[in-house]
């Protein structure tokens, strides 16, 4: 499957912003979605995460009250809304897509469980 991340932008703290992603090539329904971020000298980090279905949903603790992951299977596109937007928040934004069987609840926080990766949007929050 190949990604497509769209959305970030600059915008102000409190600000709003949407990151989009859009899949194509294969069936987008057969991988669960995560979104990960990576700042300047940092390592990737989870962000969150959609089961194929849309029915469960997880988020970092940062990212909890504040961001909202969705998707939509039927247009090949998952969401991230993200609301209250810190300047901590300031990262490149990746979807990625992820398949087959895994064998440990918490595979989804581990980057290298996922076998696609969108090219990163970046969002920057100015304070």
């Known amino acids: 499957v190949q990604l497509q991340a769209s959305g970030g932008g600059l915008v102000q703290a409190g600000g709003s912003l949407r990151l989009s992603c859009a899949g194509s090539?294969?069936?987008?329904?057969?991988?669960?979605m995560g979104w990960f971020r990576q700042a300047p000298g940092k390592e990737r980090e989870f962000v969150s995460f959609?089961?194929?279905?849309?029915?469960?949903?997880y988020y970092a603790d940062f990212a909890k009250g504040r961001f909202t992951i969705s998707r939509d299977n039927a247009e090949n596109m998952v969401h991230l809304q993200m609301n209250s937007l810190k300047p901590e928040d300031t990262a490149v934004y990746y979807c990625?897509?992820?398949?087959?069987?895994?064998?440990?609840?918490?595979?989804?926080?581990?980057?290298?469980?996922?076998?696609?990766w969108g090219q990163g949007t970046q969002v920057t929050v100015s304070s």
């Open positions: 990625a897509a992820a398949s087959g069987f895994k064998t440990y609840s918490t595979w989804y926080l581990n980057p290298l469980e996922y076998g696609y």
């Open positions: 090539g294969d069936t987008f329904s057969r991988y669960g």
């Open positions: 959609v089961r194929l279905t849309g029915d469960r949903t």
